[in-house]
């Protein structure tokens, strides 16, 4: 009878070690399973920040989240209508500037180019006139025209002598004379750089979705600037566009 007691007693610790190591041979692949979708969600979530802004594009105060063509992209950075500040004063509208009428183009480009001509700056506003168009995000230039590092010289003199460039020239010296106190330099920057995407307009949509694609911020100083120049070479359609002659 002993001998059945003890048999009993061995088959019960053998049954109890046998359900010990399943449970902890099944405690183990839980844990290794719990472990690797622990992994698996981190991973995708940092990729989610990763990538999450990367096709966000933004020109002025426009954003949207979906990947956009350089066709697609033209629509968004042309400006449109009548300049706020000082259009009805000039009489000159964005749309003056266009491929389909050559004429009101020439017109609207001689028109802004004369300033460069009437109006003659001393200091402080030759300093300003300075920092907007060869300091300040390292200068504006007339890159698709000519290969001058800005328009103006770091004296101030015209270092570009294409039709654009008097004109991008007359429109910074008017914005600084008539409405310096009400203006930026930023601000006068940015409205160069609207003027300069319509003498470019082709080659500037090829760059902003080249910008888009690298995921930076897109406006007219971002886009127009020395900041970002040269970030188009390369793409597929780059280069030509000019409106208006040189």
Not at 128 to 157: K, P
Not at 213 to 232: A, F, H, K, M, P
Request: aromatic share 6%; net charge negative.
């Amino acid at each position: 009878m002993f001998n059945s007691i003890n048999e009993s007693s061995e088959k019960q610790n053998n049954y109890s070690s046998s359900g010990v190591r399943i449970w902890q041979m099944v405690s183990g692949i839980l844990a290794v399973l719990l472990v690797g979708v622990v992994i698996l969600g981190l991973g995708y979530e940092l990729g989610v920040r990763q990538n999450g802004g990367e096709n966000e594009v933004e020109v002025g105060s426009e954003t949207t989240a979906e990947q956009v063509s350089p066709q697609e992209m033209l629509a968004e950075i042309l400006p449109t209508g009548t300049p706020a500040v000082y259009g009805a004063e000039l009489n000159v509208e964005y749309d003056n500037v266009t491929a389909a009428d050559p004429e009101s183009t020439n017109q609207t480009i001689e028109e802004l180019s004369q300033l460069d001509h009437e109006l003659e700056l001393k200091d402080p506003e030759l300093e300003r006139y300075i920092n907007i168009l060869y300091h300040q995000h390292d200068g504006m230039s007339c890159e698709f025209c000519c290969g001058a590092r800005s328009i103006i010289f770091e004296n101030g003199e015209p270092a570009c002598g294409c039709e654009h460039s008097f004109a991008m020239r007359g429109l910074t010296k008017y914005l600084i004379t008539e409405h310096g106190q009400d203006l930026s330099d930023e601000e006068i920057l940015a409205e160069i750089g609207k003027w300069k995407v319509l003498f470019f307009p082709d080659i500037h949509a090829q760059k902003a979705a080249v910008m888009q694609e690298y995921g930076l911020d897109i406006d007219y100083v971002s886009l127009t600037s020395n900041t970002n120049r040269g970030l188009e070479e390369g793409a597929a359609g780059g280069g030509g566009g000019m409106i208006g002659d040189c």
